[in-house]
């Protein structure tokens, strides 16, 4: 079945073996091991999405290589409206509260795309190695594996070394995807890879979120968005060739990270718009409970996010309707405004953050833990002293300042603020992709012809 | 012909008999008056983009409605292909250099686009009556007159009385179209009418431009861009009925301003994305001339302004992609993002000054004359001192200097900032727009499902 | 002695026997207790520095009340010199690392602080009551107790019932000054009382810091800055008149809250500088172990926190140089500079974390922890691979990430984050602050002169 | 007398015989030249300052120098208490309404201060030399005198030739202080010289503002700031001994680059910050004349910018309290605040307008000229519709809406935009200097601390 359940990808993590360590300790279940829990859980996302009768228009698509329907997260994007389409299943997904599903990567070049598309697949990513000198490039290292690449070339396939840092979800995806693209020959290299092929090690940090579930502490990050991140090494891992898609073809190079990192960016904006409007719901919520709803400076504040919110899905919209097609015939979308859209997103947190709690106020840092709101002894008290306006449950008040606290001052807030300047790459990165990818000169001429300059 | 040339345009004013006053003074033909030659031709600029080869795919269109090709300025939008060959179109136009055509207004309504079209007419706007004191509504004022109002119905039309203020090159269009709309049936009325009607009279500002043209000193408003600003008086003015499209059926009203702002807005959207490249351009060109093209103050910039103008062109095309169709069959952009879109520009316009002037320097505002430049007294020394990079002509380095001067420091760019700021209404207004745009109840939902409210 | 050592201090709170819980149990001993360990070493910080030879010039004084060398942190300012120093004694302070000492609460009022400056005491706030519905004011309420009153006037003294939200460090201070100003006569009362006079209960929070100390993991806030928030709930509790400075006279209370105001946010302004000085110094360090440090887009942005450091720091000074002289004597910062310094600094937090992150890149989320980093299984895999630049000994530039991580994605940095924004009340409450403090009516007429406006 | 009369400054003025251009033509008699007026009255209010009985304490001191009552303005300071006064006496000059007196360049540096107090002059400053290629030192040009220099050294005097733009004021001054500071002998030289010296050529740019008076139409610049600027050559002008007070000294060089810089934008900063009062004053004007003085967006914008204002004047004071005292015994402001709040209020000046025209609205642009306003034929029609709230004169808010006009959308405020960003050096050059004055490596120590980094 192409389409699956949430049940089938948990099925199919329990059928993988990978080598994977966390602080220092092998863990041989991750599907029961608490650290995986809301990782998992927030993939499994997109799989009863793609089952959500609410949705099938946008989450399932037919084929057009393998002849079934399928996820739209597998499908390979042919055109614009396939484009919008997935726009608007992003949208949707942001419905489901999810901050982060980590769908966002997708293997969008061989033939592995038939597997992943019958067996419905998340694919994990490993990009970015650690780099070491960040002034230095590949060859200036001492260390020649602090960028990935081949070690040896063999008749049935290569055997490649080194390491991919940042690999959100990796050890919960059913197959890897590896890049390398710098401009030597054996750091040039492109696969794809089972978890537990021999020789890779995935050393896990514990998600920024509580590893029992703390339902009115941390309503958010105790069910979603509370990834595992891992460095992959790879200590001489042997892949076949019919897994390899690069191998020192270096041309092509830049229209490669163009179409990644605009399809990378692309999700990013509408992830970020999601966060956004749940940072509009907690804030007019919390306005609503302390009785200032109509207050000014709460309707300004939301107006201000709302601005920031449209304008974000606008990049997302415009990536997807001024993509071009490459002559694999994949549709990428444009990757200006998604890579204008990411900077603008990361930028915008602080202040999304600071209209919360400011709405808010004191409590979201000071309020008592559900241990005390729940206990004999002083849970009375917190009932009589946290009460809101008339109508409001105080327990429903307590709860929408804990979302606060999630969203703003929890572990799990650090972790996604984070990701928001950084994840898929640095935000001067994009900064400067923007502009790269602008037509300079064009504005140029314009200037030269508005200032009466021939020539 | 319903697609007209630069000169049959200007033969179409000749033929009108306004009654138009200036400084005081009667203006007769207003045609040939310096005060009306830049503001004359920047419409102009829409013809002849009509007849540019180059542009014919975008600029013309098969008329539904008179079955003949006319200009797509006059064509009634049926669909998101018309919206976005419409924003391309006003993207073409933005390399015209003018900041300004004014085609942004459309008589969407009635038979009379038949005539439009048929005569590609550019269409008049009065939109905004005088109000007096703005805290009250058009019941509290102590004239009657501070809002637009029909003053008597007649078998064959109206008599109407009031003013409109802020009507932008009115006097050298072909038609006006004339609304109020406010929630008591006299008040409540929509009419086209002639220019020359009896019992109007426009009072109009001289333009924020030079009269005779400087090429050197002011190199883009000496050419375009130099509106006029126009009072239109309306001392018991007869409209016939078939000329008058509303008076006093409101319903429908809030749908008709969404129409309105919101193609008002995606034109401002395009025409600041447009003014943002000639921004780049001249911040580039002048830090190339002084040798400075390459500092990373300068790059970071341009990236930053690259930024501003892909959110600002995304706003845009996601308007066009997201709009609705009326009963009526027009198609409408969605209001939400351009709206979100003019209240970005408005606040960035300042960002891009800084810019500009921060990479030229001081002779932006130091620089001296053309008169001073081209003079045998002083020319020579100054052809020595404002010398830049070897390789640039003085005189090209002068011109981008002015240019910036023209843009930033000079009567039209005040007048600039002040049509970014409130032209198509009040920043204030669309911000408060995006956020009732906005469904802050699905996002209140939202929060309560995140927080684990249940209610 | 006068000046207190910090064992003293910690001794001073053995003998204290306030009623304090927390997840919902009681805590006896809080001294041994791992979640105070880290609020009462900040608070200590303030009486190393005291007994710090370095800075005895700025840290004792005479004082002309009990005419003794005493703690300046106790002191009574009494001109602009003293509010020079303190200023200066607080960026002191900012060199010890501490985020938060909580000596910025001061009992500024009655005899009770010759027993402070005796005692060298920490003084412990309270001063804002619940408020249930913030839109209706003190006799709103459906529960008087939402605000404090007092419900009993004796011979002896008062009682008073109601509680006080937000009360950092008060557990671990040695007096409490609580106070309540609204305009009614049981609701305006202010008083000193010791923290375990009976009815009173603090409900305490948790500190956003690691119970145990993680030192490369969290470098900073296993040492400094995990306060414990707590609520004091006062049931009926008892305070003898000779305790009791406030109780009906409301005059004088604009005047009083003022000066509570001003000296709270002077000292907020001084904190954030000196967090300002981490950030630059953390965004400076990551970037040197990346190899990057000269980088323009780092060299940018730690020219952006300079400029926001110094704006701050001026903001302080000012206040302490345009202060006033109460009738009682005692010399008040002026409140609107650092009213505005602390709307700024509260906004500017997010830019300082997006620099840092931006800056230091992905493994700010993704390194692994210090169990795998000293760990035998994968320990020398992470020592391989998180090697920066030549030079820098790995372990290093795992502090350096550690520490921004822990400055900018942690638990404490959500804390922290909260306490700019609403520590000492709300951004949005200080900013209409500033507001009213300006001149408008001064600036207007300025404006009507400048127009030509007579009257 | 060394306090002199404004009219005792224009006499001086007209016994100077500089050789002065303008347009190509030579004017002999500047005093009387409309294009000078408002430049030579702007100046002139600092002498009218100096006579104000209000004000005397801060206009006048006693020189320990010539141990004369003498004004401040040329005063050279010797300690905080004179920078605070100083301060206090740009603030009072600031209620002049004149938003550039241009007394900020002092000559502190020489004998001819003696004379500078005695004739209470005003200095003319040239520091700035044409540069041509940016990117180039002074060695790298094609043309020698891109930068000003020594050509000959004499047995009683120096021989100079090159230029200096951007002169502000210059001619109407009465003494020139000129400076060259390149490490290069010849290039690194200062001096005084009287402006009608031969071989000094002064290329001028007529003020940004009315020749002659329209009160009604811009009220302030038709009064106050219209500077001109100009261009200063010296073609081989000869310099006795006696004026010249660096010739090829380098050393000391950053220092006397410091203290130059500290001062110009001390005066900077309270220049601007009395602007911006005038913002506060317009908007909360126009907006009570609009009927919506009490609306949430206009309190906001006023808080807004109050809180800017108090941030600037923070800075000028931080400067003033933070200064230090050079050998000589000059007393000079601390740079880093001052260059801080220079780069603030460069940027925040688009953001003031911005407040100020969404607060008019429309006829900031739009509104009719006063030969209109004044007009039989027309003038009774915009009587009735530029009416606002009741009990306000037409009259008044006509001019409250051009007082906007004047301060936004005129070619004065062109001027004084560029002013803001580029006026005493380029804003990026001060945003670089601040991160210098910081001292990054303290912070990186601190981090080092924080982080457990140890060496």
Redo the contacts between chains.
């Keep these: 079945m192409s389409v699956r359940t949430r049940e089938a990808y948990v099925d199919s993590l329990r059928r993988q073996k990978p080598n994977v360590?966390?602080?220092?300790?092998?863990i041989d279940n991750l599907v029961d091991h608490p650290a995986f829990r809301t990782g998992i859980d927030s993939a499994a996302v997109t799989y009863d999405l793609s089952n959500d009768p609410k949705y099938l228009h946008l989450s399932r698509v037919n084929s057009p290589i393998i002849g079934q329907e399928i996820s739209r997260w597998t499908h390979i994007m042919e055109n614009e409206q396939d484009a919008?389409a997935k726009t608007k299943l992003m949208a949707a997904l942001g419905?489901y509260?999810c901050p982060c599903s980590y769908r966002c990567i997708t293997g969008d070049v061989l033939e592995i795309v038939k597997e992943a598309q019958k067996n419905d697949w998340i694919i994990g990513g490993g990009l970015?190695s650690?780099k070491?000198?960040?002034?230095?490039g590949v060859t200036g290292q001492?260390?020649p594996?602090?960028y990935l690449h081949v070690v040896e070339k063999k008749a049935d396939g290569i055997v490649v070394k080194g390491?991919k840092?940042?690999?959100?979800a990796a050890p919960y995806t059913n197959m890897l995807c590896i890049e390398e693209m710098e401009l030597l020959p054996d750091y040039f290299v492109g696969f794809f890879t089972p978890l537990d092929a021999e020789g890779i090690?995935f050393?896990?940090?514990?998600p920024?979120a509580p590893e029992k579930p703390k339902?009115?502490e941390n309503?958010?990050s105790s069910r979603f968005g509370g990834h595992v991140?891992?460095?992959i090494?790879f200590d001489n891992v042997f892949v076949p060739w019919e897994k390899v898609f690069m191998c020192g073809e270096m041309e092509g190079v830049a229209t490669f990270g163009t179409i990644l990192g605009a399809s990378h960016m692309w999700h990013k904006c509408m992830c970020r718009w999601a966060n956004m409007?749940?940072s509009?719901?907690?804030t007019?919520?919390i306005a609503?409970f302390?009785?200032?709803g109509a207050?000014?400076?709460i309707?300004?504040a939301?107006?201000?996010m709302?601005?920031?919110?449209?304008?974000l899905?606008?990049?997302a919209?415009?990536?997807a309707?001024?993509g071009w097609k490459h002559d694999s015939g994949v549709y990428a979308p444009r990757l200006?405004?998604v890579?204008?859209?990411k900077?603008?997103a990361?930028?915008k947190?602080?202040?999304d953050?600071?209209y919360m709690?400011?709405a808010?106020?004191?409590?979201?840092?000071?309020?008592?833990?559900e241990?005390?709101y729940?206990?004999?002894?002083?849970?009375k008290?917190?009932e009589?002293?946290?009460?809101?306006?008339?109508g409001v449950p105080t327990a429903?008040r307590v709860?929408?300042f804990?979302?606060i606290?999630d969203l703003?001052?929890?572990?799990f807030?650090?972790?996604y603020?984070?990701?928001c300047?950084?994840?898929g790459g640095?935000?001067?990165t994009y900064?400067?992709v923007?502009?790269m990818?602008?037509d300079?000169e064009?504005?140029?001429?314009?200037?030269?012809?508005?200032?009466?300059?021939r020539?």
């Design positions: 360590y966390m602080d220092g300790k092998r919008i419905e509260l970015i650690p070491g000198d960040s002034s230095k001492s260390d594996d602090m390491a840092a940042h690999s959100t090690t050393i896990c940090k514990a920024h339902e009115l309503p958010l991140e891992s460095m090494v409007g749940l509009i719901g907690a007019a919520l609503d302390n009785g200032v207050a000014p400076h309707v300004d939301l107006n201000e709302a601005i920031d919110a449209e304008m899905r606008s990049c919209l415009a990536a309707v001024e200006a405004p890579a204008a859209g900077v603008f990361a930028r947190l602080g202040e953050r600071y709690q400011d808010a106020g004191g409590l979201v840092a000071t309020m008592a833990s241990l005390d729940f206990s004999p002894t002083v849970g008290l917190l009589k002293y946290y009460r809101g306006r008339d429903d709860r929408a804990k979302l606290e703003t001052a929890s572990e807030a650090g972790w603020h984070a990701m300047i950084s994840g640095a935000s001067q900064k400067a923007v502009g990818e602008y300079i064009r504005c140029k001429a314009k200037a030269k012809r508005a200032a009466g300059i020539q």
